[in-house]
């Protein structure tokens, strides 16, 4: 790796251990506003933050990051939310 520069891909056991953390959302309305990861499958397709849910939560948009358009997901389409709570990330295990 070049001086400078960051690894963008995770570990194996950075993964594992993300993986571990993050919980399925089943309620897309509440996820307004919060960083989270659609899976397809068990596969991360995309992480980042939510800036639109319908009413009905059956519809959601991660907001544009660098390169990543803003994109809609459907959860008829099999998409499903993760999220890592706050009270995870802060050490209460």
Known sequence: MLPGLTRLSPTPATVKTDA????LQHDWVALL??????????????????DGVTPDGAILWLEGHGAEPRTMFERCEGFTAWIDYKWDSAGCR
């Not at 571990?20 to 919980?23: A, K, L, V």
Request: net charge positive.
């Open 20 to 23: 571990r953390r993050m919980h």
């Open 33 to 50: 506003g919060e960083v989270i990861q659609i899976r397809l499958d068990d596969r991360a397709v995309r992480t980042g933050r939510v």
